[in-house]
């Protein structure tokens, strides 16, 4: 199975979202963006290494003279500048060039956190996402939003910074944690909302196969949310008006993630602020 949509805009970015069974189709993917990168940092944390991290750098340590890894432990609370300020130090350590390459391997904390560092080590540098939860599949992966929490407070410091490459591997949603698969629900709702009333009743007509987690249905309902975010951010990619859709249920759900000092995860704070 492979399939893949183009996010583009006329002058600034263009970029592939692909979709897989496995991680086998990453070098090819990786190879046919021409990158002229010698090192790859693949950066991930507790959870998702001992799980992807080494079939990942069987598959780009071809394609690089080098690839190093970070990792660090799991969860928001690790989604600083402190973070970043380590990743920083072994990027600058292992002397990473402008022209060279991050690769972030895991959910939405990983993404963001990878994203604003390539944003802003030596002024900006590629990073490829390769998202392996439900939520940073249909949502954060796409679209440039990069960014850490500062304090006590979400999300207060980003860069609007587009990857290279989407690389989505179906396998890693089958070992996804049913609470955090019924997280990345709340954001391919909210797609639907905003935008498709048809494809939110094609997500409530196929909830059986959806939680099942049938490869077919699951490719189908991601590229439908994907759609709808790239067709948005195409129009708007730094959110001075029509992007603002993207945020419904995320004001008072991050007042809730804030006043749970974390302890919920973002898609059921997204959830509850998206009903409310």
Same mark, same amino acid.
């Given at each position: ?22 991680? =086998? ?28 991290? #080494?079939? @990942? ?68 540098? #590629? $990073? ?31 860069? $609007?910074?587009?990857?290279?490459? @989407? ?47 049938? #490869? ?17 951010? =195409? ?26 000092? $974390? ?11 998206? @009903?409310?």
């Amino acid at each position: 199975m492979e399939h893949r949509m183009t996010v583009k805009r006329a002058g600034e970015f263009t970029y592939d979202i692909e979709w897989h069974n496995t991680f =086998e189709g990453l070098g090819n993917a990786v190879e046919k963006l021409s990158l002229m990168s010698r090192k790859a940092c693949i950066v991930t944390d507790s959870t998702v290494g001992p799980l992807y991290l #080494d079939a @990942v750098s069987r598959q780009l340590s071809p394609l690089f003279e080098t690839v190093t890894s970070f990792v660090f432990p799991s969860g928001e609370a690790q989604k600083t500048l402190d973070t970043v300020k380590k990743l920083y130090t072994h990027l600058i350590e292992e002397h990473y060039e402008r022209k060279d390459i991050l690769i972030a391997l895991g959910g939405g904390v990983v993404g963001d956190l990878t994203g604003f560092t390539a944003a802003t080590y030596l002024r900006g540098i #590629d $990073f490829i996402q390769i998202p392996t939860t439900l939520l940073s599949q249909v949502d954060s992966s796409v679209g440039g939003k990069t960014g850490v929490d500062f304090d006590c407070f979400k999300n207060m410091v980003g860069a $609007f910074h587009q990857p290279r490459l @989407v690389y989505m591997s179906m396998e890693t949603l089958h070992s996804l944690p049913d609470v955090q698969f019924s997280c990345g629900m709340g954001e391919v709702l909210k797609s639907g909302l905003i935008r498709d009333l048809s494809y939110y009743d094609w997500t409530l007509a196929h909830s059986t196969e959806l939680l099942a987690r049938e #490869d077919e249905a699951l490719v189908r309902m991601i590229k439908g949310s994907c759609l709808i975010k790239k067709t948005v951010v =195409e129009h708007d990619p730094t959110e001075q008006g029509e992007r603002a859709v993207l945020n419904l249920g995320h004001t008072i759900g991050h007042a809730v993630e804030k006043l749970k000092h $974390f302890e919920m995860l973002h898609g059921q704070c997204v959830a509850l602020g998206t @009903v409310a």
